[in-house]
């Protein structure tokens, strides 16, 4: 089943931000805007900017890259007047020729004044990311999520658009860090041709559809995934904003933001930034989040880190401040916590309780499905945490230190 993204040809600010901006929903706006952007053909790109180099993409079809592997081998620098002639004029059907995701400040530096500010936000000061999409029929773009917010303006031409919730990403499978090094891009590289077999949980999935045109706006929230299909000659820009944490769901920015710490091997920031992030130092859904992209010792490091959290918040709050604030994590016995809640009237009962749901977790990841933890015995947790943190290499090289060694 397919539902139409809500549609409006008048939205007022205020609207925009209780019905959407702030519930994370998208939508549709097709009047409000009335930028010179929508002048931008290919006949006028060719006239203003023909010399200007660029990098365009070939895509073959049929081919057995990755959508990332293709991306990368199949782009080519030439003059925008051949590459308007190649998208214009490709009489092959099995190439397709994409000038995707090219930053208009950067390569089309003359193009920025034909566009301001979308009217629905309020902040004068929002820096957006803009970038020009330009291609033939036939392109697709696949099924992925971006990190940011989206007012994505289609100019010329049509494209169609599936969305799906952050909540479908349960069904939508996600690349892992041993299928692709980018892990916001789904498995499923063809929509209308999933396989039932290696994706059963797709059917469960609740697409959004649109079929987009000139004028319209589609806003995009930030974690929201899209596929998107050029129907014809089209022109698109986008406009990608940081959203704010109470505007999408926590672990979008911070999961995305940690993994890409993570992995190019920032503990310092990934301590300072993530870890330090007090709104959040208590949401299960980043552990979740990691569970979900298979990052087991960043669940692990979080989890650890807020255990750290948790028993220092007691301890400054208790007559024993500052006993435990040197310990670290791995120094911990049960014997000692025990104690130490003993000490601050915690119930134990209760603080169990809460670790309960953590080890779940990890227990329902797939990997360890068939390690059984009791629940009430929070050292088995401990050790189990820093098996999982060192079977997943957390000491590795890029790492630089123990994760404990905050
Ligand atoms: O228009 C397209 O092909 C994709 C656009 C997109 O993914 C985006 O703006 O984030």
Redesign the pocket.
Known sequence: MQIDIDHHHILHRDDFQNRYLSKSKPVIISGGLNWPAFRWTPNYLRNKLSDRVIGINAFKANQQKTYVEALMSSRRNINLHEAIDLICNNQDNNVKY?L??QSIPEIFPELVEDFGEPTWIENKKTDYMS?I?F?ESG???PL?F?A?H?F?VQIFGK?K?YLFSFEDTKFLYRHTPKTSTVYNISQISDLHNVDPIKFPDFRQAMPLTAILSPGDVLF?PAGWW?H???LEI?I?L?L?WKAKPSECDPSVLLAFEAVDLYERGCLAELKHNILNFDDFDDSLDVVEEFIQGKHYCLAALWMGDYFNKFLRGLSTSSAISGELTSLKLEQLEFSEIAKFLKQTNTDLEVFLEMFEDWCNMLENAKQWRNQSLDSRSLIIWLHYLRRITKSNGLKSKSMGSSVYDF
């Open positions: 994409y995707l995701q970038n999409w291609g392109n697709v773009s992925h971006d940011v989206n994505f494209k658009v995009i899209h998107v299909e050029t089209a698109s986008s990608w």
